[in-house]
Structures are given as structure tokens and as C-alpha cells.
Nanobody, 124 residues
């Protein structure tokens, strides 16, 4: 089970850090990702990280602003979001799947497990 948290209301240009915690699993056995779904939009890829944390991938729209990381000792995934814009407004979901070494997964269909989502609202 994945539990996302950290969403909220922030002004444009601000920052937020999302967290996604889990329990009952060997965390490092799972590749992880963040996706988001804005109003009236389909769920889209944001960023992903391999099981070890050594490989990452970012959507072009967030490169240079967002950073994904994981702490396998704490069973927690993070998403640091800086320089937020109103276009980043969405429900953010964390997702997990069994990992393959050094592989990151960027499609929703790749993931078997999903958190409940946390809402991020960026005001202009």
C-alpha cells in the first residue's frame, strides 16, 4: 500500500515536497514513479526512479524543476517540486512495480501499485 502526502496550495514560483510511504515490502525491490492528473486531463508521467535510485527519468515539462529521490531505509519516495506554475496543478500519484536493475518505467501501464493521490494547487 502506498500513501502519498505533502500536497497543498502554493503560489506560482513556490516549492512543495511530496512524499510516498509504504510498508510491508522490501522497498528496494520496487521501481517507483510519480504521475499526475490535471483537471480534465489524462494521467501523465512526471518522473520515475529505479529500485536502487541510480537511474531516473523526467518529463520534459518538469526537467530542471522537479527532483525525484528515494530513501530505501525509510521506505519513502520523494518529489521535490520547485518553481511551480499553475500548469503543475494536478492530483499527484505515486506508483510502484517490481524493479529491473537500472530500469525506469515511464508509462502508467507499467505500474501495478498506486497510491491514493495528493492534490497540488498552484495559484497564479
Amino acid at each position: 500500500q502506498l500513501q502519498a502526502s505533502g500536497g497543498g496550495l502554493v503560489q506560482a514560483g513556490g516549492s512543495l515536497r511530496l512524499s510516498c510511504a509504504t510498508s510491508g515490502r522490501t522497498f528496494s525491490n520496487y521501481a517507483l514513479g510519480w504521475f499526475r492528473q490535471g483537471p480534465g486531463k489524462e494521467r501523465e508521467f512526471v518522473t520515475a526512479i529505479s529500485g536502487s535510485g541510480g537511474s531516473t527519468s523526467y518529463a520534459d515539462s518538469v526537467k530542471g524543476r522537479f527532483t525525484i529521490s528515494r530513501d530505501n531505509a525509510k521506505n519513502t519516495l520523494y518529489l521535490q517540486m520547485n518553481k511551480l506554475t499553475p500548469e503543475d496543478t494536478a492530483v499527484y500519484y505515486c506508483a510502484a512495480r517490481r524493479h529491473y536493475p537500472r530500469v525506469v518505467f515511464t508509462s502508467t501501464i507499467d505500474y501495478a501499485y498506486w497510491g491514493q493521490g495528493t492534490l497540488v494547487t498552484v495559484s497564479s
